[in-house]
């Protein structure tokens, strides 16, 4: 897995994440079957944020980027301060998620979930806030056999 932190410009200064207050790990799919974090950046600048509303992203060939990183998200409404985001590149209502990318994923939440002193649980985005995300396609019962399972 390679982890890639592309300096993204934000449009306004990012405030830090406290990770002691973080309790969800929340996971997301792009919606699109094709795009790059560049592309997500500039969509979330066009909708008037400051940039990249998730703290990584996922490319379908396993690769991870880092957008806000340790700073507070712009993902779900509500939680954004006690979470962390992670999307992944994709359409999850209409295509299957590659192995590269889900190993990916297993292990920076895995990875992630151990920085935060107060971690509870990994959410999808439509547990949170009214929406279909991550997907109905989303591997989500073999995601979390494939986190928890010791």
């Known amino acids: 897995m390679v982890v890639r932190n592309v300096n993204l410009k934000f449009n306004s200064i990012l405030e830090p994440l406290d990770l002691n ?3 969800y790990i929340v996971v997301h799919h792009a919606e699109a079957s094709k795009a790059s ?3 997500i950046h500039r969509w979330h600048i066009d909708n008037g944020w400051a940039g990249i509303g998730y703290n ?3 490319r379908k060939d396993g690769s991870v980027y880092i957008g806000r990183g340790d700073n507070i998200g712009a993902n779900c409404k509500g939680f954004n301060a006690i979470s962390y985001g992670i999307c992944c590149e994709g359409d999850y209502s209409k295509e299957e998620m590659p192995s590269a990318q889900f190993d990916a994923l297993v292990e920076k939440i895995k990875y992630n979930k151990n920085r935060f002193p107060n971690f509870e ?3 999808k985005h439509s547990e949170l806030n009214n929406t279909a995300c991550p997907g109905s396609k989303f591997p989500w019962a073999l995601l979390l056999d494939s986190i928890f399972a010791e």
Request: net charge negative.
């Open 21 to 23: 207050e973080v309790k």
């Open 37 to 39: 974090v560049d592309d």
């Open 56 to 58: 990584e992203y996922i």
């Open 121 to 123: 649980d990994v959410k």
